[in-house]
């Protein structure tokens, strides 16, 4: 279980130490939340500059709303500290 938790960490320190990476998942969550996510799914399904496994694997997590939500949380509460 720790070793979970802590891969996740990682992740949310990746996301928000990358400027374009932390604003494509601010926007999805923002998305999310106000239950506009599907057309961001639709020009992301649509996106020529992108593989088929980002496409997947952006889709996947734009799904997950606990984990959007992590993310703008953690975002939130490390802002000061970048």
Excluded: N
């Excluded at 939340?33 to 593989?51: K, S, T, Y």
């Excluded at 997950?64 to 500290?81: I, N, Q």
Aim: hydrophobic residues 40%; glycine residues 8%.
């Amino acid at each position: 279980m720790l070793s979970l938790w802590l891969h996740d960490l990682e992740s949310l320190e990746a996301i928000s130490q990358d400027d374009r990476t932390r604003r494509i998942f601010l926007r999805m969550a923002e998305l999310q939340q106000a239950g506009r996510l599907g057309g961001f799914l639709m020009g992301l399904a649509h996106d020529p500059e992108l593989d088929d496994d980002t496409k997947g694997t952006l889709s996947e997590l734009a799904r997950s709303g606990s984990f959007l939500l992590a993310v703008a949380e953690y975002c939130r509460r490390t802002d000061t500290l970048h």
